[in-house]
């Protein structure tokens, strides 16, 4: 489930089932983990808020992040918690840009359900080669 947030800012994401999950059903807060049964939710367009460019200056590093979220069934995140970023400085980042990022939401039997993910963001590196 890997894709390319837009074609203006080279962030490459994908999205996996968060750790510790061992069923599909919701929690007790109604949000579903991404799993199998889910459809999974898709970023429409990646609002980047500083996180392309700091992961841009990243020396030999992709400014990879892993971060869990909640996606709600209006495609909104919320409730994001870094689990892994390469370098420090980029968390904040990542997640100011997530949680300003919309999704199509994703779904369970055709209704649109807030899903619990684990989303793998870095920038891809697009100079040209010589």
Do not use: W
């Amino acid at each position: 489930r890997v894709g390319f947030a837009d074609r203006a800012m080279p962030i490459r994401y994908g999205l996996k089932t968060p750790p510790g999950v061992t069923s599909s059903d919701p929690g007790p807060d109604g949000v579903y983990p991404l799993t199998n049964l889910t459809t999974p939710p898709k970023m429409l367009q990646f609002f980047d808020r500083g996180y392309g460019v700091a992961a841009f200056y990243s020396p030999n590093e992709k400014g990879a992040c892993d971060i869990l979220l909640t996606i709600n069934a209006n495609g909104t995140v919320s409730n994001p918690e870094v689990t892994r970023c390469e370098r420090p400085v980029l968390e904040q980042l990542a997640i100011k840009s997530l949680l300003d990022t919309p999704f199509k939401p994703g779904r369970v039997n055709g209704k649109a359900v807030p899903i619990r993910v684990s989303i793998h963001i870095e920038y891809k590196d697009v100079t040209p080669k010589s």
